[in-house]
């Protein structure tokens, strides 16, 4: 089976860093993604991890464990448009699927 | 360059009645889904397709079919609508990797 386990709610302030986390237990597994979900809108791609180790991109970096079954998003100096919600899906090669978690609905104050 | 759209954008159904969510990308993706979304339940995957002629179910298949006659179209039929169908209905399509581009969504209610 799959299993994808992620925080409901996190609170941050402008400015500051914040990691959101995600656990996952899925057979077939070939690699992490994560998305970005405003309200109302369509989830749009964000980073893609299949190795373990660090990807940078701008200000997100995604973290990629395999042996652990882990893998964060971290968000550096936040700004207010990236309250959202933040999608972390495990990727398995048969049928190219993605299987998702519920979500991290992040709330970023001043 | 549409992408992948999406239609109608929000709908109303009775009970019983059946209807096709269109889904279309121009994008020459050969991998499809349909996904439905719910409040604290996340995105799940109802069909998806590998390529033109082939499909297969999801996660929650029970109440919907699919067919992908081109490349470029994946409808999704429901076939007698009922009020647990309402959601969200994402259509996405990805030239593998897993690497998916999402619709901007059809937003369904049955009454």
């Known amino acids: 089976g799959q299993n994808i386990d992620q925080p409901t709610e996190m609170t941050a302030t402008e400015g500051a860093i914040v990691q959101i986390n995600c656990t996952y237990q899925t057979s077939g597994f070939n690699g992490l993604f994560w998305y970005q979900q405003h309200a109302g809108e369509a989830p749009t791609f964000l980073s893609y991890n299949v190795l373990d180790g660090l990807e940078e991109k701008g200000r997100f970096s995604s973290f990629l464990s395999r042996s652990k079954g882990y893998s964060y998003l971290l968000l550096k100096e936040l700004q207010m448009k990236d309250s959202a919600s933040y999608l972390c899906?495990?990727?398995?090669?048969?049928?190219?699927?993605?299987?998702f978690g519920t979500g991290t609905q992040l709330k970023v104050e001043l | 360059n549409a992408g992948v759209t999406q239609t109608p954008k929000f709908q109303v159904l009775k009970t019983g009645q059946s209807m096709t969510l269109q889904c279309a990308q121009d994008?020459?993706?050969?991998?499809m889904s349909w996904y439905r979304q719910d409040p604290g339940m996340g995105l799940r995957l109802i069909h998806y397709?590998?390529?033109?002629?082939?499909?297969d179910q999801g996660e929650v298949p029970n109440g919907y079919n699919v067919s992908r006659s081109t490349t470029e179209d994946f409808p999704l039929r429901l076939l007698s609508a009922a009020p647990s169908q309402t959601s969200v209905y994402f259509c996405a399509s990805s030239p593998g990797q897993g690497d998916y581009t999402f619709g901007s969504g059809t937003r369904l209610t049955v009454v």
């Open positions: 899906a495990a990727f398995t090669g048969g049928g190219n699927k993605l299987t």
């Open positions: 397709s590998v390529g033109a002629g082939i499909t």
């Open positions: 994008m020459n993706h050969e991998y």
